[in-house]
Protein backbone atom coordinates (compact mmCIF):
# COMPACT_ATOMS: atom_id res chain seq x y z
CA UNK A 1 0.00 0.00 0.00
CA UNK A 2 1.58 3.39 -1.27
CA UNK A 3 1.41 6.17 1.64
CA UNK A 4 0.09 9.75 0.84
CA UNK A 5 3.23 12.35 0.99
CA UNK A 6 2.43 13.22 4.33
CA UNK A 7 1.52 9.80 5.56
CA UNK A 8 5.09 8.88 4.69
CA UNK A 9 6.61 12.24 6.10
CA UNK A 10 4.43 11.61 9.33
CA UNK A 11 6.10 8.29 9.44
CA UNK A 12 9.82 8.76 9.71
CA UNK A 13 9.27 12.25 11.39
CA UNK A 14 8.20 9.07 14.04
CA UNK A 15 11.15 7.03 13.52
CA UNK A 16 13.27 10.43 13.93
CA UNK A 17 12.17 11.13 17.53
CA UNK A 18 12.60 7.67 18.22
CA UNK A 19 16.20 7.82 16.61
CA UNK A 20 17.05 10.83 18.73
CA UNK A 21 15.97 9.85 21.98
CA UNK A 22 12.54 10.88 22.11
CA UNK A 23 10.87 7.92 23.39
CA UNK A 24 7.16 9.10 23.90
CA UNK A 25 6.41 11.19 20.54
CA UNK A 26 3.24 12.36 19.06
CA UNK A 27 1.55 12.23 15.50
CA UNK A 28 -1.20 14.24 14.88
CA UNK A 29 -3.54 13.74 11.75
CA UNK A 30 -7.19 15.35 11.70
CA UNK A 31 -9.85 12.45 11.41
CA UNK A 32 -10.13 11.00 7.88
CA UNK A 33 -6.55 11.21 6.99
CA UNK A 34 -5.60 7.59 7.57
CA UNK A 35 -3.62 7.68 11.01
CA UNK A 36 -4.39 3.87 11.25
CA UNK A 37 -2.74 3.42 8.45
CA UNK A 38 0.04 5.46 9.31
CA UNK A 39 1.05 3.55 12.19
CA UNK A 40 0.13 0.22 10.81
CA UNK A 41 3.27 0.89 8.64
CA UNK A 42 5.09 2.19 11.40
CA UNK A 43 3.91 -1.09 13.28
CA UNK A 44 5.58 -2.86 10.24
CA UNK A 45 8.61 -1.47 10.80
CA UNK A 46 9.21 -1.87 14.02
CA UNK A 47 8.56 -5.88 13.73
CA UNK A 48 11.00 -5.24 11.06
CA UNK A 49 13.51 -4.37 13.42
CA UNK A 50 12.82 -7.39 16.20
CA UNK A 51 10.11 -5.25 18.40
CA UNK A 52 7.12 -6.73 19.87
CA UNK A 53 3.82 -3.87 19.40
CA UNK A 54 1.33 -3.25 21.35
CA UNK A 55 -1.52 -1.41 20.27
CA UNK A 56 -3.49 0.12 22.85
CA UNK A 57 -7.40 1.42 22.69
CA UNK A 58 -10.23 2.09 25.09
CA UNK A 59 -12.36 0.72 22.62
CA UNK A 60 -12.89 -2.77 21.23
CA UNK A 61 -14.15 -1.22 17.94
CA UNK A 62 -11.52 0.72 17.74
CA UNK A 63 -8.84 -2.73 18.71
CA UNK A 64 -10.72 -4.32 15.76
CA UNK A 65 -10.46 -1.52 13.15
CA UNK A 66 -6.78 -1.28 14.03
CA UNK A 67 -6.01 -4.67 13.82
CA UNK A 68 -8.15 -5.31 10.15
CA UNK A 69 -6.13 -2.14 8.85
CA UNK A 70 -2.87 -3.77 9.97
CA UNK A 71 -3.73 -6.81 8.08
CA UNK A 72 -5.06 -5.63 5.15
CA UNK A 73 -1.61 -2.86 5.19
CA UNK A 74 1.10 -5.41 6.12
CA UNK A 75 0.00 -8.99 6.30
CA UNK A 76 1.27 -9.05 10.01
CA UNK A 77 -1.77 -10.69 12.12
CA UNK A 78 -2.84 -9.54 15.46
CA UNK A 79 -2.91 -11.50 19.11
CA UNK A 80 -5.39 -9.37 20.92
CA UNK A 81 -5.35 -8.88 24.76
CA UNK A 82 -8.80 -8.34 25.99
CA UNK A 83 -11.11 -10.09 28.50
CA UNK A 84 -10.46 -14.18 28.07
CA UNK A 85 -8.22 -13.48 24.96
CA UNK A 86 -4.36 -13.09 25.82
CA UNK A 87 -1.42 -12.81 23.64
CA UNK A 88 0.75 -14.54 25.88
CA UNK A 89 2.08 -17.86 24.22
CA UNK A 90 1.25 -16.25 20.48
CA UNK A 91 3.87 -16.13 18.40
CA UNK A 92 2.48 -12.98 16.82
CA UNK A 93 4.65 -9.91 17.26
CA UNK A 94 1.80 -7.55 17.25
CA UNK A 95 -1.03 -7.06 19.68
CA UNK A 96 -4.19 -5.38 19.91
CA UNK A 97 -5.17 -4.66 23.48
CA UNK A 98 -8.03 -2.81 25.94
CA UNK A 99 -7.25 -0.22 27.84
CA UNK A 100 -9.41 -1.56 30.58
CA UNK A 101 -8.25 -5.27 30.64
CA UNK A 102 -4.24 -4.25 30.71
CA UNK A 103 -4.76 -1.99 33.32
CA UNK A 104 -5.32 -4.41 35.81
CA UNK A 105 -2.61 -5.06 38.10
CA UNK A 106 -3.35 -8.45 37.90
CA UNK A 107 -3.21 -8.94 34.56
CA UNK A 108 -0.28 -6.88 34.38
CA UNK A 109 1.66 -8.89 36.66
CA UNK A 110 1.76 -11.66 34.05
CA UNK A 111 3.64 -9.76 31.84
CA UNK A 112 7.63 -9.01 31.92
CA UNK A 113 7.85 -5.41 31.97
CA UNK A 114 10.35 -5.57 28.41
CA UNK A 115 8.00 -8.25 26.90
CA UNK A 116 6.76 -4.89 24.78
CA UNK A 117 9.48 -2.60 22.66
CA UNK A 118 7.28 -0.19 20.92
CA UNK A 119 3.51 1.15 21.86
CA UNK A 120 1.64 2.84 19.88
CA UNK A 121 -1.83 4.74 21.96
CA UNK A 122 -5.01 5.11 19.19
CA UNK A 123 -7.15 8.04 20.06
CA UNK A 124 -3.95 9.36 22.42
CA UNK A 125 -5.90 12.31 23.65
CA UNK A 126 -7.45 9.09 26.60
CA UNK A 127 -3.74 9.00 27.04
CA UNK A 128 -3.76 11.27 29.89
CA UNK A 129 -5.94 9.02 32.36
CA UNK A 130 -5.25 6.70 34.97
CA UNK A 131 -5.13 3.55 33.15
CA UNK A 132 -2.82 4.28 30.22
CA UNK A 133 -0.70 5.57 32.83
CA UNK A 134 -0.28 2.30 34.67
CA UNK A 135 0.78 0.56 31.83
CA UNK A 136 2.76 2.82 30.10
CA UNK A 137 4.37 2.74 33.58
CA UNK A 138 4.85 -0.98 33.80
CA UNK A 139 6.26 -0.79 30.20
CA UNK A 140 8.07 1.76 31.26
CA UNK A 141 11.48 1.30 28.86
CA UNK A 142 9.33 0.90 25.74
CA UNK A 143 8.83 3.38 22.75
CA UNK A 144 5.66 5.27 22.43
CA UNK A 145 3.78 6.74 19.99
CA UNK A 146 0.45 8.71 20.79
CA UNK A 147 -1.54 9.11 17.72
CA UNK A 148 -4.81 11.45 18.26
CA UNK A 149 -6.92 13.71 15.70
CA UNK A 150 -7.32 16.57 18.62
CA UNK A 151 -6.36 20.02 17.11
CA UNK A 152 -6.45 21.48 20.77
CA UNK A 153 -3.44 23.22 21.98
CA UNK A 154 -5.36 22.92 25.24
CA UNK A 155 -5.06 18.82 25.13
CA UNK A 156 -1.84 19.08 23.78
CA UNK A 157 -0.53 21.03 27.11
CA UNK A 158 -2.06 18.08 28.88
CA UNK A 159 -0.75 14.98 26.56
CA UNK A 160 2.57 16.78 27.42
CA UNK A 161 3.27 15.45 30.65
CA UNK A 162 3.17 11.91 29.34
CA UNK A 163 4.77 12.75 25.71
CA UNK A 164 8.57 14.47 25.42
CA UNK A 165 7.50 15.64 21.53
CA UNK A 166 5.29 15.75 18.61
CA UNK A 167 6.77 14.02 15.95
CA UNK A 168 4.07 15.47 13.06
CA UNK A 169 0.98 17.34 12.92
CA UNK A 170 -0.81 17.46 9.43
CA UNK A 171 -3.51 20.32 10.04
CA UNK A 172 -7.31 20.43 9.02
CA UNK A 173 -6.90 22.97 6.80
CA UNK A 174 -3.72 21.64 4.87
CA UNK A 175 -5.63 18.27 4.36
CA UNK A 176 -8.58 20.39 2.66
CA UNK A 177 -6.16 22.85 0.72
CA UNK A 178 -4.30 19.14 -0.70
CA UNK A 179 -7.72 17.80 -0.93
CA UNK A 180 -7.43 15.21 1.19
CA UNK A 181 -10.34 16.63 3.01
CA UNK A 182 -14.05 17.81 2.07
CA UNK A 183 -14.09 21.69 2.79
CA UNK A 184 -16.19 23.13 5.61
CA UNK A 185 -19.12 25.74 5.00
CA UNK A 186 -20.53 26.92 8.50
CA UNK A 187 -24.12 28.24 9.04
CA UNK A 188 -25.26 30.11 12.47
CA UNK A 189 -28.51 29.25 13.12
CA UNK A 190 -30.52 32.57 14.21
CA UNK A 191 -31.68 30.28 17.35
CA UNK A 192 -30.64 31.15 20.70
CA UNK A 193 -30.49 28.16 22.72
CA UNK A 194 -29.88 29.47 26.84
CA UNK A 195 -27.42 26.75 28.57
CA UNK A 196 -26.39 29.28 31.00
CA UNK A 197 -27.77 26.99 34.16
CA UNK A 198 -25.59 23.92 32.99
CA UNK A 199 -23.52 22.42 35.44
CA UNK A 200 -19.72 21.44 34.38
CA UNK A 201 -18.66 17.61 35.65
CA UNK A 202 -15.10 16.64 34.53
CA UNK A 203 -14.27 19.75 32.91
CA UNK A 204 -17.08 19.65 30.26
CA UNK A 205 -20.61 21.14 30.53
CA UNK A 206 -22.70 18.25 32.12
CA UNK A 207 -24.85 15.92 30.03
CA UNK A 208 -27.99 15.39 32.11
CA UNK A 209 -28.19 19.41 32.38
CA UNK A 210 -27.60 20.02 28.52
CA UNK A 211 -30.59 17.52 27.93
CA UNK A 212 -32.96 19.92 30.26
CA UNK A 213 -31.78 22.77 28.91
CA UNK A 214 -32.13 21.52 25.11
CA UNK A 215 -35.20 20.19 25.49
CA UNK A 216 -37.55 23.03 24.80
CA UNK A 217 -35.47 24.10 22.19
CA UNK A 218 -35.76 20.80 19.91
CA UNK A 219 -39.17 21.72 17.83
CA UNK A 220 -37.59 25.39 16.67
CA UNK A 221 -34.14 23.37 15.53
CA UNK A 222 -36.48 20.88 13.48
CA UNK A 223 -38.13 23.72 11.75
CA UNK A 224 -34.83 25.60 10.85
CA UNK A 225 -33.30 22.21 9.82
CA UNK A 226 -36.09 21.31 7.58
CA UNK A 227 -35.23 24.63 6.21
CA UNK A 228 -31.31 24.42 5.85
CA UNK A 229 -30.84 20.52 5.49
CA UNK A 230 -33.86 18.29 4.40
CA UNK A 231 -31.58 17.12 1.39
CA UNK A 232 -28.59 16.05 3.07
CA UNK A 233 -27.14 13.09 4.79
CA UNK A 234 -26.85 13.99 8.34
CA UNK A 235 -25.50 13.33 11.54
CA UNK A 236 -26.77 14.99 15.15
CA UNK A 237 -25.03 14.26 18.28
CA UNK A 238 -27.12 15.20 21.37
CA UNK A 239 -26.34 14.98 25.04
CA UNK A 240 -28.82 12.04 25.93
CA UNK A 241 -30.23 9.13 24.48
CA UNK A 242 -33.77 10.27 25.63
CA UNK A 243 -33.26 13.58 23.66
CA UNK A 244 -31.78 11.62 21.06
CA UNK A 245 -34.67 9.41 20.80
CA UNK A 246 -37.42 12.32 21.36
CA UNK A 247 -35.69 14.52 18.40
CA UNK A 248 -35.87 11.54 15.97
CA UNK A 249 -39.52 11.19 16.31
CA UNK A 250 -39.53 15.03 16.18
CA UNK A 251 -37.63 15.43 13.11
CA UNK A 252 -39.97 12.60 11.24
CA UNK A 253 -42.83 14.57 11.99
CA UNK A 254 -40.86 17.09 9.81
CA UNK A 255 -41.13 15.05 7.07
CA UNK A 256 -37.00 13.77 7.29
CA UNK A 257 -36.45 9.90 7.10
CA UNK A 258 -34.80 9.96 10.48
CA UNK A 259 -33.19 6.80 12.84
CA UNK A 260 -31.38 7.04 16.64
CA UNK A 261 -28.98 4.49 17.41
CA UNK A 262 -27.15 4.31 20.93
CA UNK A 263 -24.73 1.84 23.10
CA UNK A 264 -28.00 -0.66 23.94
CA UNK A 265 -29.67 -0.79 20.23
CA UNK A 266 -29.64 -4.23 19.65
CA UNK A 267 -30.06 -3.54 15.69
CA UNK A 268 -27.56 -0.84 15.41
CA UNK A 269 -25.28 -2.42 12.70
CA UNK A 270 -28.70 -3.01 10.59
CA UNK A 271 -29.48 0.72 11.10
CA UNK A 272 -25.98 2.03 10.71
CA UNK A 273 -26.19 0.10 7.08
CA UNK A 274 -29.17 1.07 6.30
CA UNK A 275 -28.36 4.74 6.73
CA UNK A 276 -25.48 4.36 4.57
CA UNK A 277 -27.27 2.77 1.59
CA UNK A 278 -29.86 5.92 1.76
CA UNK A 279 -32.89 4.47 3.62
CA UNK A 280 -32.29 7.23 6.37
CA UNK A 281 -31.13 10.75 5.67
CA UNK A 282 -30.57 12.13 9.38
CA UNK A 283 -28.80 9.80 12.24
CA UNK A 284 -29.48 10.91 15.78
CA UNK A 285 -26.79 9.60 18.15
CA UNK A 286 -25.99 10.23 22.13
CA UNK A 287 -22.33 10.87 21.16
CA UNK A 288 -21.77 7.45 20.31
CA UNK A 289 -20.59 8.05 16.90
CA UNK A 290 -17.74 10.60 17.87
CA UNK A 291 -15.09 7.74 17.00
CA UNK A 292 -14.56 4.23 15.09
CA UNK A 293 -17.24 5.27 12.58
CA UNK A 294 -17.18 6.25 9.14
CA UNK A 295 -19.15 7.10 6.57
CA UNK A 296 -18.00 9.39 3.71
CA UNK A 297 -21.44 9.99 2.24
CA UNK A 298 -22.34 11.96 5.41
CA UNK A 299 -22.10 15.89 4.32
CA UNK A 300 -24.21 17.68 7.33
CA UNK A 301 -23.32 17.49 10.89
CA UNK A 302 -25.22 19.41 14.09
CA UNK A 303 -23.87 19.75 16.96
CA UNK A 304 -26.59 19.45 19.39
CA UNK A 305 -24.33 18.74 22.30
CA UNK A 306 -22.49 21.93 23.03
CA UNK A 307 -18.64 21.44 24.41
CA UNK A 308 -15.45 23.04 25.43
CA UNK A 309 -13.50 20.05 24.79
CA UNK A 310 -11.75 20.91 21.14
CA UNK A 311 -10.67 17.66 20.94
CA UNK A 312 -14.73 16.19 21.26
CA UNK A 313 -15.64 18.96 18.92
CA UNK A 314 -13.05 17.86 16.14
CA UNK A 315 -14.21 14.18 16.53
CA UNK A 316 -17.88 15.27 16.00
CA UNK A 317 -17.07 17.36 12.78
CA UNK A 318 -14.83 14.66 11.57
CA UNK A 319 -17.74 12.59 10.84
CA UNK A 320 -18.39 14.39 7.67
CA UNK A 321 -14.96 15.90 6.73
CA UNK A 322 -14.27 12.71 4.29
CA UNK A 323 -14.45 13.00 0.52
CA UNK A 324 -17.32 11.11 -1.21
CA UNK A 325 -18.55 11.50 -4.91
CA UNK A 326 -20.35 14.43 -5.64
CA UNK A 327 -19.73 15.65 -2.35
CA UNK A 328 -18.36 19.50 -2.53
CA UNK A 329 -18.45 20.29 0.45
CA UNK A 330 -19.46 19.48 4.55
CA UNK A 331 -22.37 21.45 6.08
CA UNK A 332 -21.69 22.34 9.57
CA UNK A 333 -24.53 23.94 11.76
CA UNK A 334 -23.75 26.38 14.71
CA UNK A 335 -26.45 27.79 17.11
CA UNK A 336 -26.60 30.82 19.63
CA UNK A 337 -25.79 29.03 22.49
CA UNK A 338 -26.18 32.07 25.43
CA UNK A 339 -23.50 30.74 28.63
CA UNK A 340 -22.07 32.63 31.00
CA UNK A 341 -18.89 30.73 29.83
CA UNK A 342 -16.52 31.72 26.41
CA UNK A 343 -15.14 28.33 26.24
CA UNK A 344 -17.56 27.17 24.18
CA UNK A 345 -16.30 25.65 20.86
CA UNK A 346 -17.78 27.31 17.50
CA UNK A 347 -16.58 26.02 13.89
CA UNK A 348 -13.72 28.45 13.80
CA UNK A 349 -12.03 26.30 16.58
CA UNK A 350 -11.42 23.70 14.12
CA UNK A 351 -8.63 25.97 12.38
CA UNK A 352 -8.13 28.82 14.57
CA UNK A 353 -5.38 28.81 17.04
CA UNK A 354 -5.35 32.34 18.57
CA UNK A 355 -8.63 32.02 20.85
CA UNK A 356 -8.65 36.49 19.54
CA UNK A 357 -8.84 34.80 15.68
CA UNK A 358 -11.50 32.43 16.52
CA UNK A 359 -13.82 34.87 18.48
CA UNK A 360 -13.58 37.30 15.48
CA UNK A 361 -14.20 34.33 13.28
CA UNK A 362 -17.58 33.14 14.87
CA UNK A 363 -19.07 36.94 15.38
CA UNK A 364 -18.24 37.06 11.22
CA UNK A 365 -19.58 33.84 10.48
CA UNK A 366 -23.01 35.00 12.82
CA UNK A 367 -23.34 38.27 11.15
CA UNK A 368 -23.08 36.27 7.77
CA UNK A 369 -26.45 34.52 7.65
CA UNK A 370 -25.60 32.15 5.18
CA UNK A 371 -22.97 29.39 4.82
CA UNK A 372 -19.41 30.72 4.80
CA UNK A 373 -16.42 28.40 4.08
CA UNK A 374 -14.33 28.26 6.85
CA UNK A 375 -10.81 28.82 5.27
CA UNK A 376 -12.11 31.85 4.01
CA UNK A 377 -13.49 33.18 7.04
CA UNK A 378 -10.23 32.38 9.31
CA UNK A 379 -8.21 34.53 6.62
CA UNK A 380 -10.84 37.37 7.28
CA UNK A 381 -11.14 36.81 10.67
CA UNK A 382 -7.26 37.29 10.89
CA UNK A 383 -6.53 39.77 8.87
CA UNK A 384 -9.33 41.81 11.29
CA UNK A 385 -7.17 41.11 14.21
CA UNK A 386 -4.27 41.56 12.65
CA UNK A 387 -5.08 45.06 11.57
CA UNK A 388 -6.59 45.57 15.25
CA UNK A 389 -3.17 44.69 16.95
CA UNK A 390 -1.17 46.98 14.76
CA UNK A 391 -3.30 49.93 15.28
CA UNK A 392 -3.00 48.83 19.16
CA UNK A 393 0.96 48.10 18.45
CA UNK A 394 1.64 51.54 16.71
CA UNK A 395 0.52 52.95 19.92
CA UNK A 396 2.83 50.60 21.35
CA UNK A 397 5.63 51.45 19.40
CA UNK A 398 5.43 54.93 20.09
CA UNK A 399 5.90 54.52 23.44
CA UNK A 400 8.74 52.44 22.88
CA UNK A 401 10.90 54.75 20.77
CA UNK A 402 11.12 57.05 23.60
CA UNK A 403 12.74 54.21 25.89
CA UNK A 404 16.20 54.17 24.91
CA UNK A 405 17.72 50.99 24.92
CA UNK A 406 20.24 49.37 23.64
CA UNK A 407 18.28 46.32 23.26
CA UNK A 408 15.16 45.52 20.38
CA UNK A 409 11.78 44.92 22.32
CA UNK A 410 11.00 40.74 20.61
CA UNK A 411 7.46 42.25 19.83
CA UNK A 412 8.58 44.90 17.52
CA UNK A 413 10.79 42.83 16.19
CA UNK A 414 8.13 39.50 15.23
CA UNK A 415 5.56 42.51 14.23
CA UNK A 416 7.95 43.67 11.74
CA UNK A 417 8.79 40.21 10.41
CA UNK A 418 5.22 39.44 10.37
CA UNK A 419 5.93 36.82 12.16
CA UNK A 420 2.74 35.39 13.78
CA UNK A 421 4.17 31.83 14.46
CA UNK A 422 6.05 33.84 17.20
CA UNK A 423 3.82 36.19 18.76
CA UNK A 424 1.06 33.81 19.14
CA UNK A 425 3.25 30.90 20.58
CA UNK A 426 2.00 28.96 23.23
CA UNK A 427 4.23 26.42 24.61
CA UNK A 428 2.99 22.76 24.62
CA UNK A 429 5.76 20.32 26.32
CA UNK A 430 7.26 20.34 29.71
CA UNK A 431 10.65 21.31 28.50
CA UNK A 432 8.82 24.29 26.26
CA UNK A 433 6.82 26.01 29.60
CA UNK A 434 10.21 26.31 31.20
CA UNK A 435 12.03 29.48 31.72
CA UNK A 436 14.74 30.44 29.04
CA UNK A 437 18.52 29.04 29.69
CA UNK A 438 21.19 31.01 30.66
CA UNK A 439 22.59 30.06 27.36
CA UNK A 440 19.21 30.96 25.52
CA UNK A 441 19.41 34.74 27.25
CA UNK A 442 22.77 35.59 26.49
CA UNK A 443 22.58 34.31 22.80
CA UNK A 444 19.38 36.53 22.33
CA UNK A 445 21.50 39.74 23.78
CA UNK A 446 24.29 38.83 21.26
CA UNK A 447 21.53 38.91 18.74
CA UNK A 448 20.40 42.03 19.55
CA UNK A 449 17.07 41.26 21.56
CA UNK A 450 16.25 41.93 24.90
CA UNK A 451 15.53 38.82 26.62
CA UNK A 452 13.64 40.00 29.58
CA UNK A 453 10.45 39.86 27.52
CA UNK A 454 10.86 36.44 26.42
CA UNK A 455 9.54 33.69 29.18
CA UNK A 456 9.60 30.45 28.61
CA UNK A 457 12.32 28.02 26.55
CA UNK A 458 10.18 27.16 23.57
CA UNK A 459 9.67 30.71 22.74
CA UNK A 460 13.20 31.44 23.26
CA UNK A 461 14.39 28.48 20.54
CA UNK A 462 11.74 29.49 17.96
CA UNK A 463 13.06 32.89 18.06
CA UNK A 464 17.10 31.89 18.20
CA UNK A 465 16.04 29.35 15.18
CA UNK A 466 14.22 32.11 13.37
CA UNK A 467 17.19 34.64 14.04
CA UNK A 468 19.68 32.26 12.46
CA UNK A 469 17.77 31.47 9.50
CA UNK A 470 17.56 35.46 9.08
CA UNK A 471 21.31 35.55 8.80
CA UNK A 472 21.20 32.69 6.21
CA UNK A 473 18.71 34.53 4.06
CA UNK A 474 20.66 38.25 4.35
CA UNK A 475 17.83 39.21 5.80
CA UNK A 476 17.85 42.75 8.33
CA UNK A 477 18.79 42.27 11.66
CA UNK A 478 17.38 43.67 15.10
CA UNK A 479 19.12 46.28 15.43
CA UNK A 480 19.04 47.48 11.74
CA UNK A 481 14.86 46.83 12.74
CA UNK A 482 14.58 49.01 15.33
CA UNK A 483 17.11 52.34 14.06
CA UNK A 484 15.38 52.64 10.83
CA UNK A 485 11.64 51.79 11.90
CA UNK A 486 12.31 54.15 14.64
CA UNK A 487 12.80 56.66 12.00
CA UNK A 488 10.08 55.57 10.51
CA UNK A 489 10.72 53.08 7.83
CA UNK A 490 8.00 50.89 7.40
CA UNK A 491 8.39 47.31 7.01
CA UNK A 492 12.12 46.66 7.70
CA UNK A 493 11.85 43.34 8.71
CA UNK A 494 11.69 42.29 4.94
CA UNK A 495 14.66 44.11 3.65
CA UNK A 496 17.95 42.97 2.47
CA UNK A 497 20.91 42.98 5.69
CA UNK A 498 23.26 45.27 2.63
CA UNK A 499 20.44 47.27 1.79
CA UNK A 500 19.54 48.36 5.49
CA UNK A 501 23.28 48.79 5.77
CA UNK A 502 23.89 50.81 3.50
CA UNK A 503 20.64 53.54 4.27
CA UNK A 504 22.32 53.02 7.82
CA UNK A 505 25.50 54.57 6.36
CA UNK A 506 23.75 57.19 4.50
CA UNK A 507 22.37 58.10 7.51
CA UNK A 508 25.58 57.62 10.17
CA UNK A 509 27.19 60.22 7.45
CA UNK A 510 24.32 63.08 7.77
CA UNK A 511 24.81 63.03 11.21
CA UNK A 512 22.51 60.56 12.05
CA UNK A 513 19.41 62.46 9.91
CA UNK A 514 17.42 61.04 7.39
CA UNK A 515 18.72 62.21 4.29
CA UNK A 516 16.54 65.24 3.03
CA UNK A 517 15.54 63.58 -0.10
CA UNK A 518 14.15 60.29 1.49
CA UNK A 519 10.89 60.26 2.54
CA UNK A 520 10.66 57.25 5.34
CA UNK A 521 6.83 56.26 4.96
CA UNK A 522 7.53 56.00 1.25
CA UNK A 523 10.66 54.29 0.91
CA UNK A 524 11.11 51.29 -0.45
CA UNK A 525 13.66 49.08 0.97
CA UNK A 526 13.10 45.21 -0.42
Known amino acids: MELRPYQQQAREAVEQEWEQGHDKTLLVLPTGCGKT????????????????????????????????????????????????????????????????????????????????DTIIIDEAHHAVSDSYGRILEHFGDARVLGVTATPDRGDMRNLGAVFDSLAYEYTLPKAIREGYLSPIKALTIPLKLDISGVGMQSGDFKASDIGTALDPYLYQIAEEMAKTCMDRKTVVFLPLVKTSQKFRDILNGYG????????????????????????????CNSMLLTEGWDCPSVDCIVVLRPTKVRSLYSQMVGRGTRLFPGKDHLLLLDFLWHTERHELCHPAHLICES????????????????????????????DDVVAAREEALAKQLHEMKRRKRKLVDPL???????????SGYVPAFGWEMAPPSDKQVSALEKWGIFP???????????????????????????????????????????????????????IAANGWRVPYDIVPSEYVGA
Open 256 to 283: FRAAEVNGESPDRAEILAAYERGEYNVL
Open 412 to 422: QFEMSIQAEDL
Open 452 to 506: DEIDNAGKAAKLLDRLSARRAEGLTTPKQIRLLEGRGFQHVGAWQFETAKHLIDR
Open 355 to 382: EEVAQRMTENIEAAGCPVDIEEAEKTAS
Open 37 to 116: IVFAKITEDRVRAGDRVLILAHRGELLEQAADKIGKATGLVCATEKAEESCLGSWYRVTVGSVQTLMRPQRLSRFDPHYF
